[in-house]
């Protein structure tokens, strides 16, 4: 039972850690995930075929033992037809590299059909003597050489590729270099030594190689999905500062740190851009996108070391911490002038209202939050003549 308890082994290990990949799953997957399960699936039969023939030889069971062994071999070319796919789609290859390993995949099968039909009434491949014992066959040998030669080809080949590339690919191609080396080197092994089984030794390293990548690979691409959808959602579409979602967070953050005492100090700016309206209505909205756009360019390029927020149609929020808070009143100052010269020249008016955290007085950001924002009103009454 000693050949039959380490394909066990190697089944159990093979399901515990492609788990996730094998079993069945409604999610849309990807070429290159659906090819390298298809191969995970090859290899189950394998594993399983290989259990089996431990099992059916030590106990003399020659039949169902030639039987199984006939099964063995086929699900071993299948498992090396699904691997040449996984890898054509994995390296993203469909030019001659790709057509070359395809076509020595099929060549191999195809004539590992043909001799074991041959081997029905010629034993070439495999035969069992008169004292049960297995005996291989010039065919076999030919049919494990072809396969070295076929991962030769590929780690050559992918190994040339890792000089030529960088990033994600030259981990794909670093992933299929190594594969072939330890198909090679276990292919020969069961070469020689045919009542072991080596084959099935570096069918589980192979496996939990690319299941190592293709896990880093898939942490990767989510990562930078989840990246990229973060950023479309902390992002204002039309002026490219931070919105109202990510303003949400940042209160909640700033509330926070005050709670804990690690935060001290900030301060709070309210803008809102006067004549909006106005510039929708007579000029349409078109021309109000670059109004807005240009009234948030001006609030950037003054506070430039402070977070600026977009939070409603014409509102704009800046959160003063560092420099700017420190050089608040001049910072503002210098911006309301320029406002006073762009009212007079028919530009683009902001108004601006500014408060400071009082740690005496102040429960948390909303209360600083408001008095700006009154401030702001103030500003916007004195813009339009009001007060």
């Not at 990949?21 to 999610?27: G, T």
């Not at 010039?138 to 049919?143: A, K, M, P, T, V």
């Not at 994600?168 to 198909?183: E, N, P, Q």
């Not at 092994?189 to 089984?197: E, R, S």
Request: charged residues 20%; contains cysteine; glycine residues 8%.
């Amino acid at each position: 039972m000693y050949y039959a308890s380490f394909g066990l082994l190697a089944m159990a290990l093979h399901i515990i850690i492609n788990l996730e990949l094998i079993r069945p799953s409604k999610m849309k997957i990807s070429k290159v995930m659906y090819n390298y399960r298809c191969f995970l699936f090859a290899i189950f039969i394998y594993y399983l075929t290989d259990v089996l023939w431990g099992i059916l030889y030590e106990q003399g069971f020659l039949i169902l033992a030639y039987v199984d062994t006939v099964i063995y071999f086929l699900s071993m070319v299948m498992s090396l037809i699904m691997w040449t796919r996984f890898v054509v789609s994995y390296l993203d290859h469909k030019g001659r590299f790709g057509k070359a390993l395809t076509l020595m995949g099929w060549v191999i099968s195809i004539y590992e059909v043909i001799v074991l039909i041959v081997n029905l009434f010629i034993p070439v491949v495999f035969s069992f003597n008169e004292e049960g014992i297995y005996v291989p066959g010039n065919g076999r040998y030919i049919s494990l050489i072809a396969q070295i030669v076929l991962f030769v080809f590929t780690s050559v080949y992918a190994f040339y590729g890792v000089g030529k590339s960088e990033g994600r690919r030259k981990t794909h191609y670093l992933t299929v270099a190594s594969c072939g080396i330890v198909m090679t080197l276990f292919i020969v092994l069961q070469t020689v030594f045919p009542l072991l089984p080596f084959y099935a030794v570096g069918c589980l390293i192979t496996s939990c190689l690319v299941h190592t990548f293709i896990n880093n690979d898939e942490k990767t691409v989510n990562y930078q999905a989840l990246n990229s959808a973060r950023q479309i959602v902390t992002r204002d579409a039309l002026t490219g500062v931070k919105s109202v979602h990510a303003y949400t967070e940042a209160k909640d953050i700033i509330q926070q740190r005050l709670d804990s005492g690690d935060l001290k100090q900030f301060g709070v700016i309210v803008f809102d851009l006067n004549g909006l309206k106005r510039v929708n209505d007579t000029f349409g909205h078109e021309e109000g996108d670059k109004y807005i756009k240009t009234g948030c360019m001006m609030i950037c390029k003054k506070f430039q070391h402070s977070p600026v927020y977009r939070i409603g149609g014409d509102e704009f929020v800046v959160i003063l911490e560092g420099d700017d808070y420190d050089d608040r009143v001049s910072l503002l100052d210098e911006f309301d002038r320029q406002i006073e010269d762009n009212r007079e020249n028919g530009l683009v008016t902001i108004s601006s209202g500014m408060d400071i955290y009082d740690a005496n007085t102040d429960s948390g950001f909303n209360s600083v939050f408001e008095r700006a924002d009154k401030k702001m009103y103030e500003r916007k009454k004195a813009l339009k003549g009001e007060i």
